[in-house]
Each structure stands twice: as C-alpha cells, then as structure tokens.
C-alpha cells in the first residue's frame, strides 16, 4: 500500500514515515501543499496523510483541488485544536477521515487500515444538463447520445460550469479552478477555450448551452439550452 505524507514539520513527517514503513506501507514525504498536490495528481497513492497547515498551499486547499479535479484518494486530515480549521471543516473539504495533533501512532495507523479497508470514495454521479453528460470517473461526454472528443483542460473547463449550472461564473473564477490561482498569462484564454467548447458541444447540436453574460462571465444552463 502506497501511502503519501504531506506534512511541513520534517521529524513528524520523517517519524510518520519510518513508523509506516515499519508496518508495511511504501511511504512517500512531501514538505509543502504544492509538492503533496503535485504528488497526489501523478502518482497512484492508495490513502494520503494531509497536515493542514503548510507551506505554499493548505491542506484544505490541497484536498478541495484533488476533489475538484477528480482524484478520489482517501484523505486523513491531521487538524491542529487551535488551527484555523476544525475536525468539522476538515470533513467538509473533501477530507476522508481525521486526527488531531498530537496523535498517538496506533491510533494513525488503526485510522489508515479502517480507510484503506473502506476504500475510495464513492465517485460523483455522471453530470448532465439537458441532453450532454459529462462521466468525469470514465472521462466521457456525449450530446444527444453522440460522444464527443474534449482534450483535458476542456474537459475540466466543462466539468466545472456542469457542476455550477444556472450560475454566472467570471472568468477569474474560470481561471483560478480550471487553469491555476498563479496563472499569469492572458485571461483571454477563458474566452478562447469556452469558443473550442462550444465549437464541440454546442455548434453540431444547434442549441446553446453556454451563455456570455455580458460584463459578467459564463452561465451553462442547467436545462440543456
Ligand atoms: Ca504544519
């Protein structure tokens, strides 16, 4: 079992690491949020330890990007009493499980095995407006039972206005969950993309499912157009 431990404190994190390795587990140590998000996105872990507090990007953020994006790998979150999250918040986030610092070591492995045990979370169901859906487990979208070819930022531009429907998002919106809150380049990518999108998935059908609200952003209507 691969386990991946995100935690900024380095003798925690190594001592976590040698205590999992003892019981089993092939242990990987990532020391900031951008490097554990980076690490949960390309390598298959089978549970992931996540401290909230870090380095370059929380916890919480780090696991509400995985979920965004569709990686369903357990989480354990460790919580801080006087963090500025909760055990409660944690849970809300997209975490799968959690332990408080400081944390007795049987207790961090007995929480491991029961998550491993339970396996990864259910995935969401498949998104549709209308008649486009959107299976972001298998990677599909079809309109009208015709299956349609998105590359991935595509994907994810139309997985995100699905998961929004009848709501007016702004391109920084766009930007900050589809592309990333560092993006530094032209915000006219929004626009050209949403152009391939509706190229794909609404030009062929005739029916307009991605509105401009002008001044405002994009609405996808939650009816299907
Ligand atoms: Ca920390």
Request: hydrophobic content about 45%.
């Amino acid at each position: 079992m691969r386990v991946l431990v995100v935690e900024d404190e380095r003798g925690l994190a190594a001592a976590i690491a040698r205590g999992l390795t003892e019981e089993g587990f092939t242990v990987s140590v990532a020391h900031d949020g951008a490097d554990g998000l980076w690490s949960a996105r390309h390598e298959p872990y089978d549970v992931i330890v996540l401290d909230i507090m870090l380095p370059r990007l929380s916890g919480y953020e780090v696991v509400r990007r995985l979920r965004a994006r569709s990686v369903w790998t357990p989480v354990l979150m460790l919580t801080a009493k006087d963090g500025e999250y909760d055990e409660a918040d944690a849970l809300d986030l997209g975490a799968d499980d959690y332990l408080s610092k400081p944390f007795s070591y049987v207790v961090l492995v007995a929480r491991l095995r029961a998550l491993l045990r339970r396996g990864a979370p259910a995935r969401p169901a498949v998104l549709a407006a209308g008649d486009l859906t959107l299976d972001p487990a298998r990677r599909r979208c079809e309109r009208a039972g015709q299956e349609i070819s998105l590359t991935a930022r595509e994907f994810m531009l139309l997985e995100f206005l699905l998961r929004r429907p009848d709501e007016v998002v702004s391109k920084t919106d766009i930007l900050t969950h589809v592309w990333d809150e560092n993006f530094d380049g032209d915000t006219n990518i929004v626009e050209v993309y949403i152009g391939y999108l509706r190229r794909k998935i609404d030009a062929p059908f005739r029916r307009h499912i991605i509105e401009t609200v002008r001044g405002a952003g994009y609405r996808l209507l939650g009816t299907g157009g």
